[in-house]
Structures are given as C-alpha cells and as structure tokens.
C-alpha cells in the first residue's frame, strides 16, 4: 500500500494568513494526488484534482503543486469558512489511501 | 445536482452483518464516466477507502477487508450497497459514499454523501 503522509497535523491561524499543508507519498504516484477539506457532519469537499487542478465551484484561494512524492495545498487567504480538515488522498493505485488529515484551527 | 445519500441501520451487533445503501440521484447512474465507492471514518481518525463498484460491475477492495466485504450496484434502483460481514467494535464509524470521475484520465471522488454513522454493540 502507498502510505500518505501530512504535515502539520494542526495548523494553527488567524483570518487572512497564508496556509501551506503538505503531504508526502510513500513511493512516486506521479500527479495522482487531490485534496478534500472535511467539516463536522458534512460531506467532505473536493479541492484539488492531479495534483493542481481546481474542482469547478472552489475558490481561487485554493492552490496544489507537486508531482512526484512531495505535494503542496496553499491557501492565500485564510477565510473563516476555511477552518476544516484537510486530506491528500492518492488515486494512484488501490487501494486508494489518505492522509491522517490536518485540521486547520482559529489562533 | 447529483445527490449521494448513505441509509442503513445506524446500530449493528457484533459478529452480524453491516448493510447500507446509497442512492444516487440528478444525474446518470449508469455512465462508464463514473465508478462508486465507499469510504469509512472511525471516531476521531482519518478517512479509510474501503472499495469500488464500477460500471463494468467489477469490484476493488482494500485488502484488509476483502474477505468480509460486498460492494455490489442496482442500476434499476440507481443505488449501490456495501455489506461488511462479522463486524467487531473496530467497524464503528461514519460511513460515506462517493462517486469517483475523471479528469485528465486521474481519478477523484468529486461527490460525497453526508454520512452515516453506524455503531457496532457487543
């Protein structure tokens, strides 16, 4: 199994900060990589698919880079809904794995 | 809009059989564009895929679970179920269900129900 890795588990900010949440793959899955954000009782929310393409509807605030094993979700801008969970997950191959999540938290 | 919706026994006894349906609504249920899946969450831990139903009627499982899990589909009824056979107390958490796509060939699950919690008692 391809084992995910993110960092930080938590990330603690204030309104406008810039968020980076990274996210490291056990072996190479290319750009086989997409980000979710995941709130309390509610579906979780595709972000980011292959890596940097953003899911239609998403705020341009959102960015993913990587390719590889080293993956990268950015937020300019810090909202106030944009406090969630967030996960990598890799479609490389099955079985499909996540990331242990990081929660992005209010300082 | 596709709609995604987890239903199913919120309460399940240990050693018995987990069963949930999704049903799928607002869009086409039956396009070789899309596969489904279910995905878990135990309490206060990360998200698990569990496995894939796709068009073809073929099935992918992780392997942890494979020798107690059913993915199967019912185009008829636009739905698809997972059963997990012999739960234990380590089978307790919020279940979703997902429908996978493409772009650019690289895959995602880009629809997700709200969830379901089930609870395994001894």
């Known amino acids: 199994d391809i084992q995910m890795s993110q960092s930080p588990s938590s990330l603690f900010a204030t309104v406008g900060d810039r968020g980076t949440i990274t996210c490291r793959a056990s072996?190479?899955?290319?750009?086989?990589l997409n980000w979710y954000q995941h709130k309390p009782g509610k579906a979780p929310k595709l972000l980011i698919y292959a890596a940097s393409n953003l899911q239609s509807g998403v705020p341009s605030r959102f960015s993913g880079s990587g390719s590889g094993t080293d993956f990268t979700l950015t937020i300019s801008s810090l909202q106030s809904e944009d406090f969630a969970t967030y996960y990598c997950q890799q479609s490389y191959s099955t079985p499909y794995t996540f990331g242990q999540g990081t929660k992005v938290e209010i300082e | 809009q596709l709609q995604v919706q987890e239903s199913g026994p919120g309460l399940v006894k240990s050693s018995e059989t987990l069963s949930l349906t999704c049903t799928v609504s607002g869009d086409s249920f039956t396009s070789d564009s899309y596969w489904w899946g279910w995905i878990r969450q135990p309490p206060g831990r990360g998200l698990e895929w569990i496995g894939n139903v796709y068009y073809s009627g073929n099935t992918d499982y992780t392997p942890s679970l494979r020798s107690r899990v059913t993915i199967s589909v019912d185009t008829s009824k636009t739905q698809f179920s997972l059963k997990l056979r012999s739960v234990t107390a380590t089978d307790t958490a919020v279940y979703y269900c997902?429908?996978?796509?493409?772009?650019?060939?690289?895959?995602?699950?880009?629809?997700w129900g709200q969830g379901a919690l089930v609870t395994v008692s001894a």
């Open positions: 072996q190479s899955i290319g750009r086989y």
């Open positions: 997902a429908r996978g796509s493409y772009g650019y060939s690289y895959g995602y699950f880009d629809h």
